[in-house]
């Protein structure tokens, strides 16, 4: 690196103009300068007024500094130690045949040949052979009739035999009333069902879970799943039951009495307003037993409809309840909601939540008032 002005070495010391504000030098180094350090030292006059800057540059001959004669003399003297491509390969041939002197070294002598030839053409050998044959039919007998034992297959052999023998007896075997045609019958019978096993285990046992059952099940639309399981739907009825394995329906029973007397239907005389007291009693096995009412009665709701089922009106304050169990309600019904008219009606004392729940349910009939004849 030499030091010194090398303003010698530019194309021009005034900077040529590439764009606004950018110009542009050409420097020329010499090749004899390895590694040159250099200094840049710029005047830019702008309005009169006159600023320097300056800025540093390394130039290197990477061949020269990094990479020296001394180095390729080593990398020479590591190459002449590789093994050549011969030797790696086995073969001197770019095709990575056997090499043509090695094809000559390895070739059977003409004498070597006839050696071979004359040692098969003995009668001990040709006895030998004849022997192996003789063996080998015995082994497997007359159409393969000794083939008994199949040990020696693989379990993909034996499938693919099995698969073959079935496949010619069926295609064979097509007409009606053949093996063929009734086994064609059943997998159609069958077909869409990865499992039998897996399909009868989630219809019968609660609990089981076998996902590609449960799919082919329900692809021709459904919503099957386990809970529907017979095992499953025998503990609900064990549960509903009180565990005795059968179900007993016992649906809400309503005696109705009027006035406490008899069983009978509401009757109410057109003009009067009169409270209908009605015992309600479910139907048990042993017989009928009283239902408690006291905390439903304060908001049971009356209704009461023509016989065919439009709306009259409905009763839902003034209920009260008594009963030595609780299980009478006692419904007020005032003479103006009657209207006047004399008519057969239906009634439904209806579950404060859930109104299609009835507690009781009968006829309700509206006659006139008897005329009154003086004594």
Request: glycine share 12%.
């Amino acid at each position: 690196m030499s030091p010194g002005h090398r303003t010698g070495n530019l194309g021009s010391t005034t900077g040529t103009l590439v764009s606004t504000g950018h110009y542009r030098w050409i420097y020329t180094a010499s090749n004899t300068d390895d590694l040159e350090q250099l200094v840049w030292a710029f005047s830019v006059v702008e309005n009169a007024a006159t600023r320097k800057y300056a800025n540093a540059t390394i130039v290197v001959d990477t061949t020269a500094v990094d990479f020296t004669q001394a180095d390729r003399d080593k990398l020479e003297t590591l190459h002449g130690k590789v093994p050549s491509r011969g030797y790696l390969t086995g073969t001197s041939e770019s095709t990575g045949a056997i090499d043509t002197a090695d094809k000559t070294g390895m070739a059977l002598s003409v004498t070597g040949v006839t050696a071979v030839q004359s040692g098969l053409s003995t009668a001990s050998a040709v006895s030998n052979v004849q022997t192996t044959a003789d063996n080998i039919e015995t082994q497997i007998g007359t159409a393969g009739g000794g083939l008994t034992d199949l040990g020696g297959m693989s379990t993909g052999m034996k499938t693919e035999v099995g698969e073959s023998v079935l496949d010619a007896a069926t295609s064979s075997h097509q007409s009606a009333g053949t093996v063929g045609k009734t086994l064609t019958d059943i997998l159609a019978v069958f077909a869409g069902i990865t499992s039998l096993a897996g399909w009868l285990r989630y219809i019968m046992r609660a609990g089981f879970s076998d996902s590609t059952a449960l799919a082919e099940i329900n692809s021709g639309g459904g919503t099957f799943s386990n809970n529907d399981a017979l095992e499953s739907l025998q503990g609900d009825i064990a549960t509903l039951s009180g565990g005795g394995g059968s179900t007993v329906i016992a649906p809400v029973l309503s005696v109705i009495r009027n006035n406490a007397s008899t069983p009978t239907n509401l009757v109410q005389h057109n003009g009067e307003t009169k409270t209908h007291s009605i015992y309600v009693y479910q139907e048990t096995v042993s017989g009928l037993s009283p239902v408690d009412m006291s905390s439903v009665y304060s908001d049971l709701v009356l209704s009461v409809a023509d016989q065919k089922g439009k709306f009259k009106f409905k009763v839902d304050s003034g209920i009260t309840n008594s009963g030595v169990n609780n299980e009478v309600i006692n419904v007020p019904i005032p003479a103006s909601a009657i209207g006047g008219k004399q008519a057969s009606l239906e009634y439904a004392i209806r579950d404060p939540t859930n109104g299609q729940f009835v507690y009781s349910h009968g006829q309700f009939s509206i006659r006139r008032v008897p005329i009154y004849v003086a004594p």
